[in-house]
């Protein structure tokens, strides 16, 4: 079933650590000259939280710690789509997407 207050959060928690993937790409790869991978970088996060927000039905393993593996294995997926498409550009921004998954889904379920 569809949970709009769910979706919201995890939107709005993409959106959030999107800005912070676009402070520490741009401290690492620097700001001028980038600033359309920054903004697909940061649209990746919302994506990601758009995705997240939508599976909240989804069960990859039963108990408390499903969150964490749904936005584990959703955060992967999303952001390896991104490092692909970017000649694997930025491995530290990869990894903090896989990181974000699991936030997202944890701050999602718990407050929707």
């Given amino acids: 079933m569809f949970n ?14 999107g800005i912070f993937c676009i402070i520490g790409m741009g401290l ?22 758009l995705v997240i927000g939508l599976v909240g039905g989804i ?24 490092h692909l498409s970017t000649d694997l550009r930025d491995p530290i921004g990869f990894g903090a997407g896989i990181v974000y998954g699991p936030i997202i889904d944890y701050i999602a379920s718990k407050y929707s």
């Fill in 28 to 49: 690492r790869l620097g700001f001028a000259n980038n600033e359309l991978f920054l903004l697909a970088a940061w649209y990746n996060r919302v994506i990601m939280g």
């Fill in 59 to 82: 069960s990859i393993i039963k108990g408390k710690s499903n969150p964490l593996a749904r936005g584990l294995g959703f955060g992967l997926m999303i952001s390896l789509a991104f």
């Fill in 4 to 17: 709009k207050k769910r979706l919201q959060i995890s939107l709005l928690a993409g959106a959030v650590l």
